[in-house]
């Protein structure tokens, strides 16, 4: 009987042994994962924080514009550009945007008021002298109402080529308020600039 209850509690004994055996080693286990989750392991937060600064650097590079002109009145003008461009070095930058414009002229009652509205794309390379100063050299292509022509409703593709040089100012770290004067290099009869000579006024900036 005495070795019956012996064995018993031998058994007994085991149980607990192993019992609490797995109690310790499943709370270091919930330990450890609760170690990883929160305090991270060095090599997986390093991989992970190289691959957000490399992804900054990237975004850091990629900038963004808007030009308008606006002139209300007899001669109504309104040109809205906004772009995208990417900085190639510090000191060149290339982008592509879209150009809506749109024209109205009152002639008056004897010729009535006559409007046309412009649309298409373009591109620019841009070169920074100093960080307020830059060359600047740009090609739009627009999808324009050829008035010249005899078929009704008739459009035409027009293409510009236009130079010269830009002025900004910061207004703070990433934006700033910009100003260019540029040169018509390739004159159309459909021209939707009054002449040769551009001045544009905008905003520039980056992520």
């Not at 009652?109 to 960080?131: C, D, L, N, P, T």
């Not at 009054?194 to 905003?203: A, E, K, M, N, S």
Request: aromatic content about 16%; glycine content about 8%; overall charge positive.
């Amino acid at each position: 009987m005495l070795a019956k209850k012996v064995w018993l509690n031998s058994i007994i004994s085991m149980r607990f042994f192993w019992m609490l055996f797995f109690i310790i080693l499943g709370s270091y286990g919930m330990k450890s994962q609760t170690d990883d989750v929160y305090t991270g392991d060095p090599a997986a937060i390093d991989t992970t924080k190289r691959k957000k600064e490399k992804n900054r650097d990237w975004l850091d590079k990629v900038t963004y514009e808007g030009n308008l002109q606006l002139q209300l009145g007899t001669y109504t003008f309104i040109y809205f550009s906004p772009a995208l461009g990417y900085r190639i070095t510090d000191k060149l930058n290339v982008g592509v945007g879209v150009i809506y414009n749109y024209i109205s002229i009152n002639y008056g009652s004897q010729y009535g008021k006559i409007s046309q509205s412009v649309f298409g794309g373009h591109s620019y390379a841009r070169y920074f002298v100093r960080e307020d100063l830059y060359l600047q050299v740009q090609y739009d292509k627009l999808r324009q109402p050829n008035v010249f022509s005899f078929i009704p409703e008739s459009i035409r593709w027009v293409d510009y080529v236009l130079a010269g040089v830009g002025f900004r100012r910061p207004l703070g770290n990433k934006v700033a308020l910009s100003g260019t004067l540029l040169y018509n290099l390739t004159p159309d009869p459909l021209s939707i600039y009054p002449t040769r000579l551009i001045v544009q006024f905008g905003f520039m900036g980056s992520f």
